[in-house]
């Protein structure tokens, strides 16, 4: 199968995030309208609810199976029989989700509230463990599964536009949700019998697996604890309309997370292939140049998006979520850290057999993060879970930095974080000015943004900052490039 260089992939990994995102940012200024706060509040709490079970019926097998399958991913014969072992360990795992998720709707009187909204949010439970991502993942098929994905999405819109006109449609909102997010699982499942011989039949071997599996899931379970619990805790401790205004600063910080953390994403299963071929100084050169990928683009992002949350907000979700202005300011630190601990935790210690440490970065998260939830949530609702999420990703990044510090000591140390710093400053301060025009919110943010970017990018490259320069001399052989074939 022929391989995509790493550019390639994360561009296609950028279209796959972005889309994830943008099928919610283009959907909630309508929705937000019609929904109001407590609609928009009730379809986030269902689906907060319900990653858990996806995380017990996933184990772990997301990240472990890219990384299981990419090492083995030349050799037909062993890739076949992984895939047969992790997906038969993964549908056992699924049953046993829907087994729980059914005791609980009896248990849990919050739950019988919104029984018919968290049934259908259910669907992704088994909707993603037919997709089997990880093994198109596993094999960089970024192409494949961005188009397919965006596909879907198109249709959810146009189906959201023409069905979702009434606050009480919230269910039915919810359900064209989870066919934009995991209905292309399908196709998956179908396509997966081109890749892998389910006719073949190998002596199966689950318990190699489970040993790592439980460690990934234990990591799963740590993260999605710290970044759903928010939600959860809100929901059962405050209101709908709290879960609401929380669901607004989110959607958006996780849009723009989505491109922070997109060339890590991709870069999983070549950095594993790096290591099982001992070609360290590629390793080396890989992740420094993703740290300053995730530098040049967060740091600017959190800043800008800190300083015009209100347009942001007043723009997306309408005067009705002004609640969520400060959570969105307070949140938007995460951004940096996020993207930090996902390329330390996720690309460079799981490749090299450390996921302990980062199964133990998460923990000291989620313990963080709950009990700042527990202090704070009741005083200050949800500005109080937005500083509970940011002190958490603060714990996990120092925890990382320190459980490794040869490793990333040397990485960090070829960044010049300075130049990064300095040009965000400036384009600040020559962007402060427009908050005082008397514009509408979507020219305010025009103007800003131009003037914010445009000042960043010049700024950086008069100190002569090497990605910039990388990015630049990119553009131009891409452009010879198709000079040449021209002629």
């Known amino acids: 199968m022929k391989q995509h260089s790493i550019f390639y992939n994360f561009i296609m990994n950028i279209v796959l995030t972005m889309s994830s995102y943008m099928f919610p940012l283009i959907t909630f200024p309508y929705i937000s309208r019609i929904l109001l706060p407590a609609g ?12 858990y079970f996806v995380l017990v019926a996933q184990l772990g097998i997301p990240i472990y199976g890219i990384r299981a399958c990419a090492k083995v991913r030349d050799d037909q014969e062993e890739f076949n029989k992984n895939v047969q072992e992790i997906l038969l360990i993964n549908i056992i795992m699924c049953i046993i989700a829907y087994i729980l998720f059914a005791l609980s709707l009896f248990c849990v009187p919050r739950f019988r509230e919104e029984k018919k909204m968290l049934i259908v949010t259910s669907a992704s439970i088994l909707l993603t463990t037919l997709g089997a991502e990880w093994v198109f993942k596993a094999l960089e098929m970024y192409s494949y599964i961005t188009w397919r994905s965006i596909f879907f999405k198109t249709i959810a819109l146009a189906t959201m536009f023409f069905l979702v006109h009434k606050q009480e449609d919230y269910i039915i909102y919810g359900a064209i949700s989870i066919f934009a997010s995991s209905a292309s699982n399908i196709l998956n ?18 318990k190699k697996h489970m040993k790592p599996i439980f460690v990934f899931f234990a990591m799963s379970c740590a993260t999605t604890v710290y970044l759903q619990l928010d939600t959860v805790m809100l929901g059962f401790i405050k209101t709908d309309v709290d879960v609401g205004y929380y669901n607004a600063a989110v959607k958006i910080k996780n849009m723009l997370l989505s491109i922070v953390t997109s060339l890590g994403a991709v870069l999983l299963p070549r ?5 099982e071929k001992q070609e360290n100084e590629k390793f080396k050169n890989l992740s420094v140049k993703a740290i300053r990928f995730i530098l040049f683009i967060s740091i600017p992002m959190l800043v800008y998006f800190t300083m015009f949350a209100r347009p942001v907000i007043l723009l997306l979700a309408g005067t009705a979520y002004e609640g969520a202005i400060f959570p969105m300011q307070l949140i938007m630190p995460t951004l940096l850290f996020i993207g930090l601990t996902n390329l330390m935790g996720i690309q460079i210690l799981v490749p090299m057999g450390k996921e302990r440490k980062v199964l133990a970065s998460t923990i000291v998260g989620a313990v963080i993060d709950f ?3 527990m202090i704070l949530i009741p005083r200050y609702s949800s500005a109080g879970a937005a500083i509970g999420t940011m002190v958490a990703e603060i714990a996990v990044f120092v925890y990382q930095y320190f459980s490794d510090l040869d490793i990333f000591k040397k990485l960090f140390c070829n960044i010049n974080l300075w130049k990064f710093i300095i040009s965000t400053a400036v ?11 008397e514009a509408g919110c979507f020219w305010i ?18 100190m002569k900052e090497i990605f910039v320069q990388e990015i630049i001399e990119m553009i131009q052989r891409s452009i010879a490039s198709l000079s040449r074939e021209r002629t």
């Not at 384009?427 to 025009?437: F, G, N, T």
Request: glycine fraction near 2%.
């Open 40 to 51: 928009t509040g009730k379809v986030s709490f269902a689906t907060s609810i319900v990653s």
């Open 189 to 206: 499942f179908i396509y997966l019998h081109k890749l892998v011989d389910f006719q073949k039949r190998f002596k199966l071997d689950l």
């Open 271 to 275: 950095v594993t292939a790096y290591l």
């Open 371 to 373: 009990g700042l939830n």
């Open 427 to 437: 384009a600040a301060i020559a962007s402060i000015w427009v908050l005082k025009l």
């Open 445 to 462: 943010l025009l103007i800003s943004a131009i003037c914010f970017s445009s000042i960043y990018l010049l700024s950086l490259l008069l």
